[in-house]
T-cell receptor, first 112, second 116 residues
Framework: AAGVIQSPRHLIKEKRETATLKCYPIPRHDTVYWYQQGPGQDPQFLISFYEKMQSDKGSIPDRFSAQQFSDYHSELNMSSLELGDSALYFC???????????FGPGTRLTVL | GESVGLHLPTLSVQEGDNSIINCAYSNSASDYFIWYKQESGKGPQFIIDIRSNMDKRQGQRVTVLLNKTVKHLSLQIAATQPGDSAVYFCAETGSYSGAGSYQLTFGKGTKLSVIP
């Protein structure tokens, strides 16, 4: 079965640079979520989108923005990167706002 | 704020034995409780969930028990195999308000190591 696709899988950036993470949900899933997982931590909810509109916002820094496109893929844009932004970033998708969330393999972002 | 947490950070079991992973939660209004398995370098993989109005749910080799009286959730894995070695997270959805999506709140994770 098709799963959530994330790209890139690994990303290395310098402080103050920008990064863009992409997420392609499972086919026919209309809801996308972004989570951040620091080293040894549990995933923390950042933001979600439903039918191309922002649905909920969690602990997402103002330096980050995201959107969902007409083909339902989503991009997380991160600016003025800080060392503390180094983490695994997971995208999840679901078939509706309250359905099971299925996670992608994640993007490992390292900020030097 | 309310949170979900785990009693044991690590668990080592012999191959073939049963495993029990525990989780304490504090948001009694959550609609669903979910168990995810995360292998090294991979994303959380859905294992099983349980609705808040249920006490027990069984899947293939896994059983989830929900005790709302003491706000406790457990995952039982029967005949544990080496492939079960991973970090297991419990998560809760919170109570759906009728607008927006669920925001999963995860516990701290328990590392399960299966000894061959």
């Amino acid at each position: 079965a098709a799963g959530v696709i994330q790209s890139p899988r690994h990303l290395i950036k310098e402080k103050r640079e920008t990064a863009t993470l992409k997420c392609y949900p499972i086919p026919r899933h209309d809801t996308v979520y972004w989570y951040q997982q620091g080293p040894g931590q549990d995933p923390q909810f950042l933001i979600s989108f439903y039918e191309k509109m922002q649905s909920d916002k969690g602990s997402i820094p103002d330096r980050f923005s995201a959107q969902q496109f007409s083909d339902y893929h989503s991009e997380l844009n991160m600016s003025s990167l800080e060392l503390g932004d180094s983490a695994l970033y997971f995208c999840a998708s679901s078939a509706g706002l309250t359905d099971t969330q299925y996670f992608g393999p994640g993007t490992r972002l390292t900020v030097l | 704020g309310e949170s979900v947490g785990l009693h044991l950070p690590t668990l080592s079991v012999q191959e073939g034995d049963n495993s029990i992973i525990n989780c304490a939660y504090s948001n009694s209004a959550s609609d669903y409780f979910i168990w995810y398995k995360q292998e090294s370098g991979k994303g959380p993989q859905f294992i099983i969930d349980i609705r808040s109005n249920m006490d027990k749910r069984q899947g293939q080799r896994v059983t989830v028990l929900l005790n709302k009286t003491v706000k406790h959730l457990s995952l039982q894995i029967a005949a544990t195999q080496p492939g079960d070695s991973a970090v297991y997270f419990c998560a809760e959805t919170g109570s759906y308000s009728g607008a927006g999506s669920y925001q999963l709140t995860f516990g701290k994770g328990t590392k399960l190591s299966v000894i061959p």
